[in-house]
Protein backbone atom coordinates (compact mmCIF):
# COMPACT_ATOMS: atom_id res chain seq x y z
CA UNK A 1 0.00 0.00 0.00
CA UNK A 2 1.27 3.92 -0.94
CA UNK A 3 1.91 5.58 2.54
CA UNK A 4 -0.16 8.49 3.06
CA UNK A 5 1.66 11.45 3.33
CA UNK A 6 -1.03 13.88 3.66
CA UNK A 7 -1.27 15.43 6.94
CA UNK A 8 -4.03 16.95 9.20
CA UNK A 9 -2.46 20.51 11.59
CA UNK A 10 -4.83 22.31 13.32
CA UNK A 11 -7.89 20.76 11.37
CA UNK A 12 -6.72 21.17 8.38
CA UNK A 13 -5.63 18.86 5.51
CA UNK A 14 -2.29 19.27 4.03
CA UNK A 15 -1.80 16.62 0.96
CA UNK A 16 1.83 16.95 2.27
CA UNK A 17 3.45 18.06 5.49
CA UNK A 18 5.67 20.53 3.10
CA UNK A 19 4.94 23.90 2.89
CA UNK A 20 6.40 27.40 2.01
CA UNK A 21 7.54 29.72 4.62
CA UNK A 22 6.31 33.39 4.70
CA UNK A 23 9.29 35.18 2.83
CA UNK A 24 10.29 35.86 -0.89
CA UNK A 25 8.99 32.78 -2.60
CA UNK A 26 5.45 33.36 -1.36
CA UNK A 27 5.64 37.10 -1.74
CA UNK A 28 3.06 36.89 -5.09
CA UNK A 29 -0.15 35.07 -6.09
CA UNK A 30 1.98 34.08 -9.00
CA UNK A 31 4.82 32.10 -6.95
CA UNK A 32 2.32 30.71 -5.08
CA UNK A 33 0.46 29.32 -7.58
CA UNK A 34 3.38 28.09 -9.07
CA UNK A 35 4.74 26.34 -5.96
CA UNK A 36 1.04 24.95 -5.47
CA UNK A 37 1.66 23.26 -9.09
CA UNK A 38 5.15 22.46 -8.18
CA UNK A 39 3.49 20.02 -5.50
CA UNK A 40 3.45 22.27 -2.14
CA UNK A 41 0.99 21.26 0.60
CA UNK A 42 0.67 24.71 1.62
CA UNK A 43 2.09 27.71 1.75
CA UNK A 44 2.00 31.04 4.50
CA UNK A 45 1.71 34.16 2.06
CA UNK A 46 4.82 36.88 2.72
CA UNK A 47 3.59 38.55 5.85
CA UNK A 48 0.87 41.64 5.14
CA UNK A 49 1.03 44.75 7.35
CA UNK A 50 -0.85 48.14 6.95
CA UNK A 51 1.90 50.45 7.57
CA UNK A 52 3.75 51.47 4.74
CA UNK A 53 7.19 49.41 4.12
CA UNK A 54 10.02 50.45 1.90
CA UNK A 55 13.47 48.01 2.29
CA UNK A 56 17.06 49.29 2.30
CA UNK A 57 18.84 50.84 -0.84
CA UNK A 58 20.32 47.77 -2.32
CA UNK A 59 20.19 43.52 -1.64
CA UNK A 60 17.95 42.53 0.57
CA UNK A 61 19.05 38.87 0.75
CA UNK A 62 22.84 37.60 0.23
CA UNK A 63 24.00 34.01 0.98
CA UNK A 64 27.00 33.43 3.04
CA UNK A 65 29.22 30.75 1.61
CA UNK A 66 32.01 28.52 2.63
CA UNK A 67 35.21 26.98 0.94
CA UNK A 68 36.35 23.70 1.81
CA UNK A 69 39.44 25.53 3.65
CA UNK A 70 36.31 27.37 5.93
CA UNK A 71 37.13 31.10 4.05
CA UNK A 72 33.20 32.64 4.64
CA UNK A 73 31.70 35.35 2.38
CA UNK A 74 29.00 36.28 0.71
CA UNK A 75 30.89 36.85 -2.57
CA UNK A 76 30.23 34.71 -5.16
CA UNK A 77 33.71 31.78 -5.37
CA UNK A 78 34.13 28.65 -7.04
CA UNK A 79 33.69 25.48 -5.45
CA UNK A 80 32.02 26.44 -2.06
CA UNK A 81 28.82 25.20 -0.20
CA UNK A 82 25.70 27.32 1.58
CA UNK A 83 26.34 28.04 4.71
CA UNK A 84 23.75 30.51 5.21
CA UNK A 85 21.04 33.02 3.74
CA UNK A 86 21.26 36.82 5.33
CA UNK A 87 18.48 39.38 5.07
CA UNK A 88 17.21 42.53 6.24
CA UNK A 89 13.87 42.68 3.81
CA UNK A 90 10.64 43.88 5.95
CA UNK A 91 7.11 42.75 5.30
CA UNK A 92 5.45 42.54 2.19
CA UNK A 93 5.65 45.95 0.66
CA UNK A 94 2.41 45.20 -1.33
CA UNK A 95 -0.93 46.64 0.65
CA UNK A 96 -3.69 44.54 1.99
CA UNK A 97 -5.70 45.85 -0.98
CA UNK A 98 -2.86 44.23 -3.18
CA UNK A 99 -3.15 41.30 -0.88
CA UNK A 100 -7.05 40.67 -0.76
CA UNK A 101 -7.71 39.75 -4.78
CA UNK A 102 -4.36 37.85 -5.21
CA UNK A 103 -5.78 35.83 -1.89
CA UNK A 104 -9.30 35.05 -3.57
CA UNK A 105 -7.74 34.31 -6.74
CA UNK A 106 -5.41 32.01 -5.56
CA UNK A 107 -8.03 30.33 -3.45
CA UNK A 108 -10.65 30.02 -6.77
CA UNK A 109 -7.44 27.82 -8.70
CA UNK A 110 -6.29 25.92 -5.93
CA UNK A 111 -9.27 25.28 -3.42
CA UNK A 112 -8.09 22.62 -2.05
CA UNK A 113 -4.71 23.85 -0.99
CA UNK A 114 -3.71 25.20 2.39
CA UNK A 115 -3.46 29.50 1.83
CA UNK A 116 -2.06 30.56 4.83
CA UNK A 117 -2.32 34.17 5.65
CA UNK A 118 0.91 35.69 7.68
CA UNK A 119 -0.25 39.04 9.21
CA UNK A 120 1.73 41.71 11.23
CA UNK A 121 0.21 44.95 13.30
CA UNK A 122 1.94 46.23 16.62
CA UNK A 123 0.34 45.93 19.74
CA UNK A 124 1.37 49.52 22.03
CA UNK A 125 -1.82 50.27 21.83
CA UNK A 126 -5.58 49.68 20.77
CA UNK A 127 -5.42 51.35 17.37
CA UNK A 128 -2.45 48.90 16.94
CA UNK A 129 -4.32 45.83 18.13
CA UNK A 130 -7.73 47.41 15.90
CA UNK A 131 -5.20 46.91 12.79
CA UNK A 132 -4.42 42.87 13.46
CA UNK A 133 -8.27 42.50 13.30
CA UNK A 134 -8.68 44.34 10.22
CA UNK A 135 -5.91 42.18 8.49
CA UNK A 136 -6.95 39.15 9.77
CA UNK A 137 -11.02 39.99 8.82
CA UNK A 138 -9.97 40.71 5.18
CA UNK A 139 -7.60 37.72 4.73
CA UNK A 140 -10.84 35.41 6.14
CA UNK A 141 -12.91 36.95 3.95
CA UNK A 142 -10.97 36.51 1.02
CA UNK A 143 -10.64 32.82 2.06
CA UNK A 144 -7.49 32.06 3.50
CA UNK A 145 -7.62 28.98 5.36
CA UNK A 146 -5.10 29.83 8.23
CA UNK A 147 -3.06 32.90 10.04
CA UNK A 148 0.08 33.18 11.17
CA UNK A 149 1.15 35.71 12.94
CA UNK A 150 4.29 37.60 12.48
CA UNK A 151 5.75 37.96 16.66
CA UNK A 152 9.33 37.27 15.08
CA UNK A 153 10.60 39.64 12.46
CA UNK A 154 14.01 40.09 13.41
CA UNK A 155 14.94 43.58 12.38
CA UNK A 156 12.29 46.02 13.17
CA UNK A 157 13.65 49.17 14.82
CA UNK A 158 9.94 49.39 17.19
CA UNK A 159 9.33 47.68 20.26
CA UNK A 160 5.92 47.20 19.59
CA UNK A 161 6.44 45.10 16.22
CA UNK A 162 8.16 42.11 15.15
CA UNK A 163 10.58 40.15 17.58
CA UNK A 164 10.43 42.85 19.89
CA UNK A 165 6.66 41.95 20.53
CA UNK A 166 7.17 38.48 20.61
CA UNK A 167 9.82 38.64 23.33
CA UNK A 168 7.09 40.00 25.54
CA UNK A 169 4.63 36.93 26.60
CA UNK A 170 2.44 39.45 27.78
CA UNK A 171 1.94 41.61 24.30
CA UNK A 172 1.97 37.86 22.80
CA UNK A 173 -1.03 36.45 24.47
CA UNK A 174 -2.79 39.82 24.11
CA UNK A 175 -2.31 40.00 19.88
CA UNK A 176 -3.35 36.28 19.90
CA UNK A 177 -6.29 36.80 21.93
CA UNK A 178 -6.79 39.67 19.73
CA UNK A 179 -6.91 37.79 16.38
CA UNK A 180 -8.64 34.53 17.76
CA UNK A 181 -11.73 37.02 18.40
CA UNK A 182 -12.37 37.77 15.27
CA UNK A 183 -10.73 34.05 13.82
CA UNK A 184 -12.95 31.51 12.04
CA UNK A 185 -10.20 29.88 10.95
CA UNK A 186 -7.23 28.57 12.59
CA UNK A 187 -4.86 30.67 14.18
CA UNK A 188 -0.78 30.05 14.28
CA UNK A 189 1.64 32.54 16.39
CA UNK A 190 5.51 32.38 14.37
CA UNK A 191 8.13 32.76 17.31
CA UNK A 192 11.12 34.18 18.08
CA UNK A 193 14.29 31.97 18.36
CA UNK A 194 16.22 35.40 20.30
CA UNK A 195 14.83 34.25 23.31
CA UNK A 196 16.08 31.98 26.02
CA UNK A 197 13.17 29.69 27.31
CA UNK A 198 10.75 29.94 24.32
CA UNK A 199 8.32 27.72 26.15
CA UNK A 200 7.75 30.41 27.57
CA UNK A 201 6.17 32.62 24.85
CA UNK A 202 4.29 29.74 23.38
CA UNK A 203 2.80 29.15 26.72
CA UNK A 204 1.78 33.08 26.45
CA UNK A 205 0.39 32.43 22.75
CA UNK A 206 -1.52 29.55 23.84
CA UNK A 207 -3.28 31.29 26.48
CA UNK A 208 -4.35 33.73 24.38
CA UNK A 209 -5.87 30.91 22.20
CA UNK A 210 -2.66 29.76 19.57
CA UNK A 211 -3.96 26.50 17.80
CA UNK A 212 -0.58 26.02 16.78
CA UNK A 213 3.29 27.19 17.19
CA UNK A 214 5.68 28.17 14.29
CA UNK A 215 9.33 28.57 14.88
CA UNK A 216 11.85 29.76 13.96
CA UNK A 217 12.29 32.32 12.20
CA UNK A 218 15.48 33.71 11.55
CA UNK A 219 17.85 34.38 14.02
CA UNK A 220 19.36 37.92 14.58
CA UNK A 221 22.55 38.14 13.10
CA UNK A 222 25.27 40.91 11.46
CA UNK A 223 27.08 40.03 8.22
CA UNK A 224 31.03 39.77 8.14
CA UNK A 225 33.44 42.09 7.46
CA UNK A 226 35.48 42.16 4.60
CA UNK A 227 39.07 41.85 5.94
CA UNK A 228 40.24 43.50 2.63
CA UNK A 229 38.26 46.35 2.29
CA UNK A 230 37.18 46.47 5.97
CA UNK A 231 33.55 47.10 4.84
CA UNK A 232 30.37 44.52 6.15
CA UNK A 233 30.08 42.16 3.47
CA UNK A 234 26.43 43.85 3.07
CA UNK A 235 25.71 47.36 3.85
CA UNK A 236 24.66 50.52 2.72
CA UNK A 237 26.72 53.92 2.92
CA UNK A 238 29.04 51.72 5.23
CA UNK A 239 26.21 51.21 7.86
CA UNK A 240 24.52 47.81 8.38
CA UNK A 241 22.04 46.69 11.18
CA UNK A 242 21.26 43.29 12.95
CA UNK A 243 18.95 41.26 10.34
CA UNK A 244 17.76 37.35 10.05
CA UNK A 245 20.03 34.30 9.64
CA UNK A 246 18.63 31.50 7.86
CA UNK A 247 19.88 27.80 6.18
CA UNK A 248 21.75 25.46 6.99
CA UNK A 249 23.51 26.94 9.61
CA UNK A 250 20.48 27.40 11.87
CA UNK A 251 19.07 23.96 11.21
CA UNK A 252 21.26 22.63 14.56
CA UNK A 253 19.52 26.32 16.36
CA UNK A 254 16.07 25.56 15.44
CA UNK A 255 15.79 22.20 16.52
CA UNK A 256 16.72 22.92 19.95
CA UNK A 257 14.18 25.34 19.92
CA UNK A 258 12.07 23.30 18.67
CA UNK A 259 12.84 20.43 21.18
CA UNK A 260 12.12 22.84 24.09
CA UNK A 261 8.85 23.73 22.50
CA UNK A 262 7.15 19.92 21.51
CA UNK A 263 8.48 18.68 25.50
CA UNK A 264 7.13 21.44 27.16
CA UNK A 265 3.60 21.15 25.02
CA UNK A 266 3.35 17.45 23.54
CA UNK A 267 0.27 17.52 22.97
CA UNK A 268 -0.28 20.98 20.75
CA UNK A 269 0.21 21.51 16.75
CA UNK A 270 3.77 22.50 15.58
CA UNK A 271 4.99 24.07 12.70
CA UNK A 272 9.19 23.82 12.29
CA UNK A 273 11.30 25.78 9.78
CA UNK A 274 14.82 26.29 10.00
CA UNK A 275 17.83 25.05 7.81
CA UNK A 276 15.59 22.52 5.72
CA UNK A 277 16.54 21.66 2.22
CA UNK A 278 16.48 18.13 2.31
CA UNK A 279 14.10 15.22 3.38
CA UNK A 280 16.38 14.09 6.58
CA UNK A 281 15.98 17.89 7.85
CA UNK A 282 12.39 17.63 7.65
CA UNK A 283 12.66 14.20 9.36
CA UNK A 284 14.45 16.02 12.20
CA UNK A 285 11.66 18.58 13.49
CA UNK A 286 8.85 15.42 12.63
CA UNK A 287 10.52 13.08 14.86
CA UNK A 288 10.64 15.91 17.63
CA UNK A 289 6.87 15.99 17.09
CA UNK A 290 6.19 18.46 14.37
CA UNK A 291 3.16 18.26 12.05
CA UNK A 292 3.75 20.46 9.33
CA UNK A 293 7.63 22.00 8.49
CA UNK A 294 7.93 25.04 6.51
CA UNK A 295 11.13 26.41 3.50
CA UNK A 296 12.67 29.16 2.93
CA UNK A 297 16.40 29.35 1.84
CA UNK A 298 16.57 26.22 -0.04
CA UNK A 299 13.63 27.16 -2.29
CA UNK A 300 14.95 30.79 -2.81
CA UNK A 301 18.00 28.92 -4.85
CA UNK A 302 16.15 26.79 -6.42
CA UNK A 303 14.09 28.49 -9.36
CA UNK A 304 12.49 30.73 -6.44
CA UNK A 305 10.28 28.39 -5.61
CA UNK A 306 11.67 25.14 -4.94
CA UNK A 307 10.26 22.79 -7.33
CA UNK A 308 13.36 20.48 -6.54
CA UNK A 309 13.12 20.67 -3.36
CA UNK A 310 9.83 19.87 -2.86
CA UNK A 311 9.80 17.17 -5.41
CA UNK A 312 12.88 15.42 -3.20
CA UNK A 313 11.18 15.65 0.14
CA UNK A 314 8.32 14.10 -1.32
CA UNK A 315 9.94 11.07 -2.60
CA UNK A 316 11.98 11.14 0.16
CA UNK A 317 9.13 10.51 2.65
CA UNK A 318 7.71 8.46 -0.30
CA UNK A 319 10.50 5.94 0.37
CA UNK A 320 11.32 6.63 3.85
CA UNK A 321 7.70 4.96 4.60
CA UNK A 322 7.92 2.53 2.34
CA UNK A 323 10.88 1.40 3.80
CA UNK A 324 9.75 1.20 7.71
CA UNK A 325 6.43 0.15 6.68
CA UNK A 326 4.68 3.36 8.11
CA UNK A 327 1.31 4.15 6.74
CA UNK A 328 0.58 7.54 8.00
CA UNK A 329 2.38 10.84 9.63
CA UNK A 330 1.37 9.48 13.02
CA UNK A 331 3.20 6.06 12.86
CA UNK A 332 6.46 8.28 13.37
CA UNK A 333 5.88 11.96 14.48
CA UNK A 334 7.34 12.86 18.00
CA UNK A 335 9.59 9.37 17.88
CA UNK A 336 12.29 10.71 19.35
CA UNK A 337 11.08 14.21 21.68
CA UNK A 338 11.54 12.34 24.77
CA UNK A 339 15.20 11.66 24.03
CA UNK A 340 16.35 15.21 24.20
CA UNK A 341 16.59 15.17 28.62
CA UNK A 342 18.60 17.27 30.71
CA UNK A 343 22.52 16.92 30.74
CA UNK A 344 22.55 15.34 34.59
CA UNK A 345 20.48 12.34 33.26
CA UNK A 346 22.97 11.76 30.13
CA UNK A 347 25.01 8.63 31.24
CA UNK A 348 28.84 9.19 32.77
CA UNK A 349 31.20 6.46 32.22
CA UNK A 350 32.32 3.99 35.24
CA UNK A 351 35.13 5.50 37.63
CA UNK A 352 37.57 3.45 36.14
CA UNK A 353 37.12 3.93 32.69
CA UNK A 354 36.93 8.10 33.13
CA UNK A 355 39.27 9.92 31.20
CA UNK A 356 39.34 13.85 31.70
CA UNK A 357 40.61 16.08 28.80
CA UNK A 358 40.51 15.71 25.46
CA UNK A 359 43.16 13.31 24.21
CA UNK A 360 41.09 10.42 24.01
CA UNK A 361 38.69 12.30 21.08
CA UNK A 362 41.85 12.65 18.79
CA UNK A 363 41.43 15.86 17.84
CA UNK A 364 44.84 17.23 17.72
CA UNK A 365 45.85 14.44 15.46
C1 LIG B 1 14.59 37.17 2.54
C2 LIG B 1 13.74 36.64 3.64
C3 LIG B 1 12.53 37.26 3.95
C4 LIG B 1 11.72 36.77 4.97
N1 LIG B 1 10.52 37.39 5.22
C5 LIG B 1 9.71 36.89 6.20
C6 LIG B 1 8.42 37.45 6.42
O1 LIG B 1 7.98 38.38 5.75
N2 LIG B 1 7.68 36.93 7.44
C7 LIG B 1 8.09 35.87 8.20
O2 LIG B 1 7.37 35.43 9.09
N3 LIG B 1 9.31 35.31 7.99
C8 LIG B 1 10.11 35.79 7.01
N4 LIG B 1 11.32 35.18 6.75
C9 LIG B 1 11.75 34.03 7.59
C10 LIG B 1 11.45 32.70 6.92
O3 LIG B 1 10.06 32.51 6.74
C11 LIG B 1 12.01 31.51 7.75
O4 LIG B 1 11.39 31.54 9.03
C12 LIG B 1 13.51 31.60 7.94
O5 LIG B 1 14.15 32.02 6.75
C13 LIG B 1 14.12 30.25 8.36
O6 LIG B 1 13.90 29.27 7.36
P1 LIG B 1 15.07 28.79 6.33
O7 LIG B 1 16.23 28.35 7.17
O8 LIG B 1 14.43 27.69 5.52
O9 LIG B 1 15.42 29.98 5.48
C14 LIG B 1 12.14 35.65 5.72
C15 LIG B 1 13.36 35.02 5.40
C16 LIG B 1 14.15 35.50 4.38
C17 LIG B 1 15.46 34.79 4.05
Not at 136 to 157: I, K, T, V, Y
Not at 279 to 286: I, K
Request: aromatic letters at 8%; a negative charge; charged letters at 20%.
Amino acid sequence: MTPDISATFTGLKFTNPFLLSSAPPTESDSNIMRAFEAGWGGVVTKTIGLHPVTNVAGPKTKFLRSTLDGQLSMQKRPDTVLHSSWNWELISDKTLDWWVPKIEGIKQAFPDRMLIASIMAGSGSDKELAHWQELARACQDAGADAFELNLSCPHMDRKDMGSHLGKDQQQVSIVTHVVKEVARIPVWSKLTPSTTEIAEEAGAAFRGGADAIVSSNTFPSVPLIDPETLDFEMNVDGLVSSGGLGGPAILPQSLAKMAQLTQAFPDKPFSGIGGISNFGHALNYMLLGCGTVQVCTAAMLDRAIGPNVIKHLIEGMQQFMEKRGYQSLEDFRGLRRDNVVAHSKIRRPDGKDYRGGYDAEGYAS
